[in-house]
């Protein structure tokens, strides 16, 4: 049998250790990383430190510089674009982090409060925002009620206005969430996919499919 393989996406995720008595657990946590300077091979990462909040690495600097944030923060997504940091919490703020550690944060002016579970992801010139929704809370955490209730809403980067505006279809591209790297191709680059579908795996469990009719 001949089969191609070729490479769709990169993800970045950290790696270390916590204690806690009398146990010492490992914790995987995503990452952001951008290219500052490729010629001198310059970079950045934002992440969360363990028992603290979330960081910035720069290589320039060689020590990470914890981000003063009034309230806890704890990321679902990661993204860099036109040279900077965007990163969403559990709450829907939007976190915007610069080279040089300037930041800001805004709420999109849609509400989300039948939001579940959300992702960023780089799709060719834009930046999604994909929420997985449910009217109720309690339909989520039930394998075989949340497989029939849910629902996504896409949302696209506006940077001008700080804000996510809703969006229809995903310009015939196939997005694929998962919790560690999610990433989005043309439907024309890889055989199987429809346009504007979102392959996702079920917390983890198995890989599904919902295409935007």
């Not at 001198?40 to 934002?46: P, S």
Request: aromatic residues 12%; proline residues 4%.
């Amino acid at each position: 049998m001949e089969c191609q393989v070729f490479e769709l996406a990169q993800e970045h995720v950290a790696c270390y250790s916590e204690w806690s008595e009398p146990c010492e657990g490992k914790v995987e946590r995503r990452i952001g990383f951008m290219s500052l300077n490729a010629e001198n091979n310059e970079f950045m990462v934002l992440g969360r430190l363990p028992f603290k909040g979330p960081a910035v690495y720069r290589s320039i600097d060689g020590r990470w510089t914890e981000l003063q944030i009034t309230q806890p923060v704890s990321f679902e997504g990661i993204v860099s674009y036109k040279s900077k940091f965007y990163a969403i919490d559990l709450t829907g703020r939007t976190i915007v982090v610069e080279p040089t550690l300037q930041l800001h944060t805004f709420q999109r002016s849609r509400p989300s409060y039948k939001t579940r579970k959300r992702w960023l992801l780089n799709s060719g010139d834009k930046v999604l925002l994909v929420e997985m929704c449910t009217e109720r809370r309690a339909d989520f955490f039930i394998p075989n009620i949340r497989e029939k209730k849910i629902w996504f809403e896409v949302s696209e980067l506006d940077v001008e206005r700080n804000d996510w505006n809703q969006v229809e279809d995903v310009d015939d591209r196939v997005l694929f969430l998962e919790q560690y790297c999610s990433f989005s191709c043309l439907a024309t680059e890889i055989q199987g996919f429809r346009a504007n579908s979102i392959i996702f795996s079920d917390l983890g469990v198995n890989p599904v499919r919902c295409t935007a009719e």
